[in-house]
Structure formats: structure tokens, C-alpha cells
């Protein structure tokens, strides 16, 4: 099967779980997805599935021409497989990928919070009020060395933007499936704001908790 599938964030509420206990969820539309290309180790060096999302209006020509006899589809994201022999060019994928209990990485891009200072984009303490320092209550210490190296190193946290940049959450566990709606409710929050492209695979790596077991 493939890896994964496009979806997109609808929001986040609460269920109650088996134990009657309340868990908070995010609630994802996945697919369904096309298999709009397929990618093969003779003809191009590795196996893939290139998945399109999202039925739109609006497509340049190119992709319309990429998109020959199939919906016009905004999103296509390609994902590696093994098995490519499994699929067909046109072929429908949905939430049934995942089952109830599934473990899932989900990608996307993070909210954006415009150009940040140091204590919020990497949680300094900031300086001393006392001593004379009125103005320094939110700002960053000394930014390099005096002779050696004599310069700012590279990579150094300092301000700037923040957020607006590819994530990934790891090993968020699928509470609930709705085939009907193309509805995946997993636990925990997601990268993103609401509408946005997701891309859901099944998690690569297992929690610490589940090799202990």
C-alpha cells in the first residue's frame, strides 16, 4: 500500500475513548487521492506514487495536459513504493489506509508568527531589570567574542522570523476513522492552521513506550 496520503486540517475538538475519557483531537481531511503518475525502478531509477488532492476550476494548461483524463487536482505530491505494479494511473485512494490505532506522522507547514525576539522564538530568559538594565528586560546577551573568532558565529539564535516553516509531528495516534466524510481524527495538535495541506504516513518510528512492551 502506499505511504501515505494528502490531506488538509478541518480543526481541532474532544471525544471520549473507550475508558470514557477525554482526548483532544485534530480532525483531518484525507483524500481521496489520485494516482495521477507512476514512477518505475526500469524507467526511472526508483518506484513512486505521484498523488494529486483537491478537485479545483483553476489549472494551467501544462497541468491540465499532465492531468489527462482525470480530475484537475490543485495539490499532487509524490511518495515512494515498492510495489508499483499494485496501481493504476486514475486510481482512488482514501482514509481507509489507516485503521483505529495507527500510529502517524503528520507534515505540513507551521503557522507563521511574523519576526520574533529571542525569549519568544527560542525561550531566553532575558536580562536583569536591576543594575541600570531598564531596557534589556527581553533582549539577547553578547552576540560573538572579542578576538577570537572576532566575527558572529554561524547559526547563532537571534531574532527573526518565526514559524511559517515545514514540520513534522511524529507518532500521533488515530483515534478515530470516518470513511463516509474522509475523516481522520488523531490525538494531539497538528503543524498548520486550518485548510492546510498535510501529508499523513504511516509513523517510520516507533515510540520508546512501544519497544519497551
Known amino acids: 500500500m502506499a505511504e501515505g496520503l ?17 482526548v483532544s483531537v485534530t480532525v483531518l481531511e484525507v483524500g ?5 503518475q507512476i514512477k ?23 497541468a491540465r495536459g499532465h492531468l489527462k483524463n482525470l480530475p484537475l487536482l490543485k495539490h499532487l505530491h509524490e511518495v515512494r513504493t515498492g510495489n508499483t505494479a499494485d496501481y493504476q494511473i486514475g486510481q482512488k485512494l482514501n482514509v481507509t489506509l489507516f485503521g483505529v490505532g495507527d500510529l502517524v506522522d503528520v507534515s505540513g507547514v507551521s503557522k507563521g508568527k511574523g519576526t520574533a525576539g529571542v525569549v519568544k522564538r527560542y525561550h531566553f530568559r532575558g536580562g ?23 566575527r ?11 514559524g511559517n516553516a515545514p514540520a513534522t509531528v511524529l507518532n500521533l495516534e488515530v ?6 466524510r474522509n475523516l481522520l481524527a488523531v490525538k494531539g495538535a497538528v503543524p498548520g492552521s486550518k ?10 518510528k516507533e515510540k520508546k513506550s512501544a519497544r519497551r512492551k
Open 195 to 204: 485548510d492546510g495541506l498535510l501529508f499523513i504516513r504511516k509513523a517510520r
Open 6 to 22: 494528502l490531506g488538509k486540517k478541518v480543526g481541532m475538538t474532544q471525544v471520549f475513548n473507550e475508558k470514557g475519557e477525554i
Open 128 to 150: 536583569p531589570v536591576t543594575h541600570g538594565q531598564s531596557d534589556r528586560l527581553r533582549r539577547r546577551g553578547a552576540s560573538g567574542a572579542t578576538t577570537t573568532p572576532g
Open 152 to 162: 558572529v558565529l554561524r547559526g547563532l539564535r537571534m531574532a527573526g522570523r518565526m
Open 175 to 180: 483515534i478515530q476513522v470516518d470513511a463516509e
Open 32 to 36: 481521496p487521492c489520485f494516482v495521477t
Open 40 to 62: 518505475t525502478p526500469e524507467r526511472d531509477g526508483y518506484g513512486a506514487l505521484q498523488l494529486g488532492f483537491e478537485e479545483t476550476r483553476r489549472l494551467t494548461k501544462p
